[in-house]
């Protein structure tokens, strides 16, 4: 299963867009990069899937280049309500995928 | 709605009680699991399930029993518990490989 790497915490302010990276070198062939949000004391809630290129959902975009050895989640223009942990997932398409969450990135948005 | 639902949502128990905490899904999925959440140790899988009667050990199950003998419903069972499980339980159901999990709210409990 490959490792995530992220950054422990990141801080913004209301308006501005935020990229988190994400470096996962050993990334297989059948996995995909999947990204999570948790509040505190809430369940992860997923934000967005890829496998390579670009996605985009009405939330945020996923930029994943093509050696897929890093990804970037994209939030746009954020607000007080995106202050969370972003946990960064590398899941196999085969078998039983398990979900293997790392210490995530802590982000703070200031007014 | 499609939701997982956990009960209790608060429990405080002591050393030894046998309890139990309730998993719920309405989606009809197929893999369910369950995790417990500590300061600085982040989520750690505790056991999981496939399908009905389908159960495997996650990476921390010692203390813990789980079954499923139905689809929806899939509750985590502390026989005796220990003040070291302690913590912040979630549920978690998806339909299955390689898709969005869905999670329960989360079930903090104190074991004195």
């Known amino acids: 299963l490959a490792k995530t790497t992220q950054p422990i915490s990141m801080d913004s302010y209301e308006g501005q867009e935020v990229n988190i990276t994400c470096s996962h070198n050993n990334i297989a062939t059948n996995d995909y990069i999947t990204w999570y949000q948790q509040f505190p004391s809430q369940g992860p809630r997923f934000i967005i899937q890829g496998y390579k290129t670009k996605v985009t959902n009405e939330v945020a975009s996923l930029f994943i280049p093509a050696d897929r050895k890093s990804s970037t989640l994209s939030l746009p223009r954020v607000s007080l309500s995106d202050t969370a942990v972003y946990y960064c997932?590398?899941?196999?398409?085969?078998?039983?995928?398990?979900?293997?969450f790392g210490a995530g990135t802590r982000l703070a948005v200031h007014p | 709605e499609a939701q997982v639902t956990q009960n209790p949502r608060y429990l405080i128990t002591v050393t030894g009680k046998k309890l139990t905490v309730t998993c719920s899904q309405n989606?009809?999925?197929?893999?369910m699991s369950w995790y417990r959440q500590d300061p600085g140790l982040g989520l750690r899988q505790i056991y999981y399930?496939?399908?009905?009667?389908?159960?495997d050990k996650g990476d921390v199950p010692e203390g813990y029993k789980v079954s499923r003998k139905e689809k929806r419903n899939f509750p985590l069972i502390l026989e005796s518990p220990s003040p070291n499980q302690t913590s912040l339980y979630f549920c978690a159901s998806r339909p299955g490989t390689n898709t969005e999990a869905f999670f329960g709210q989360g079930t903090r409990l104190t074991v004195v």
């Open positions: 989606m009809n999925h197929e893999y």
């Open positions: 399930s496939m399908n009905v009667e389908v159960t």
């Open positions: 997932l590398v899941v196999d398409s085969g078998g039983y995928n398990k979900l293997i």
